[in-house]
């Protein structure tokens, strides 16, 4: 079965580039979707546009969907409120409640120590806040380091090799991967936060990087066959998307910090895409590119 799939990688490349076509086409709607139906291309949560965050500990069991309708009716619809696990033994040991009011601590106090009936203190409750207006400055300069980033990373890019398709297929890879990410973050109902903003623009150099390597392997080296260094290429990566995947799995999976959760998941979504998109439709593009040069 490996043979037949390698036999395929080697022989019916260019088959093989309609997979992740096809996954960037289908990204591309999900988000366009998404836009059409909410006005946003995706979700932001508070740390975005503005809100506020509060924490309760508490191990007492509350109904998360009655909670949800009643934050919806008190606060606003776009409420959200989700459990506090503890990784080892998997009891709910708080909630966390956002909004996109900006409340004050006592607000958050009498509301929430009333519906909750619990009385709320510094020992069990936390209450952060984010001005609409702040947030909304920080989306936009977000926005404008991720693009100058792009921009940069062309040049450099074209620079180094000189030529546009290979050039083209480095951006490229990089870019479905960032469309992939947020149409993913899309179908899962997550909201794109502050952390998940630093987890793309990681994404962005860790994709560049992975493409460069293969760009260099294929390209520029001259030693052996196009398969042979493709191969040494694909080992070295398959050993570095490994060992990312393991660790933003285990990142995810054992914390119930949505700070760190939102940072893994981006990254973990990332890395998936970045196997497919560089090492077949990169790839593919490259192999194109050496085929027509010679």
């Known amino acids: 079965m490996f043979t037949r799939l390698l036999r395929l990688y080697e022989k019916d490349y260019k088959k093989l580039m309609i997979i992740p076509v096809l996954i960037l086409v289908f990204s591309v709607s999900v988000i366009i979707y998404t836009k059409a139906t909410t006005g946003e291309f995706f979700s932001k949560d508070i740390s975005l546009k503005g809100g506020t965050s509060m924490t309760v500990y508490t191990s007492n069991h509350y109904d998360l969907d009655e909670l949800?309708?009643?934050?919806?009716?008190?606060?606003?619809?776009?409420?959200?409120?989700?459990?506090?696990?503890?990784?080892?033994?998997?009891?709910?040991?708080?909630?966390?409640?956002?909004?996109?009011?900006?409340?004050?601590?006592?607000?958050?106090?009498?509301?929430?120590?009333?519906?909750?009936?619990?009385?709320?203190?510094?020992?069990?409750?936390?209450?952060?806040?984010?001005?609409?207006?702040?947030?909304?400055?920080?989306?936009?300069d977000s926005l404008i380091i991720i693009l100058i980033s792009f921009i940069l990373m062309s040049f450099v890019v074209f620079y180094y090799f000189r030529n546009p398709l290979p050039s083209f297929s480095i951006i490229i890879s990089t870019i479905a991967d960032v469309v992939n990410i947020i149409a993913v973050l899309n179908l899962l109902g997550a909201s794109l936060s502050v952390a998940s903003i630093g987890a793309l623009l990681m994404i962005i150099a860790y994709s560049t990087d992975s493409d460069i390597l293969l760009a260099s392997n294929i390209i520029k080296r001259r030693d052996g066959s196009v398969i042979d260094r493709l191969k040494m290429s694909l080992k070295t990566e398959a050993t570095m998307s490994l060992a990312a995947i393991t660790t933003y799995s285990v990142m995810f999976l054992l914390t119930n910090i949505e700070l760190i959760r939102s940072i893994a998941l981006v990254l973990l979504i990332g890395s998936f895409s970045d196997v497919i998109n560089t090492y077949i439709l990169s790839a593919g593009l490259q192999r194109i590119y050496l085929e027509r040069k010679s």
């Open 68 to 140: 949800m309708d009643w934050a919806a009716d008190v606060w606003s619809t776009d409420s959200s409120i989700i459990h506090l696990i503890n990784p080892l033994t998997g009891h709910v040991i708080g909630y966390e409640f956002r909004t996109s009011l900006e409340l004050s601590r006592d607000e958050a106090v009498s509301v929430l120590g009333g519906k909750l009936s619990i009385e709320l203190t510094s020992e069990n409750f936390n209450i952060g806040m984010q001005s609409a207006v702040i947030a909304s400055n920080f989306f936009t």
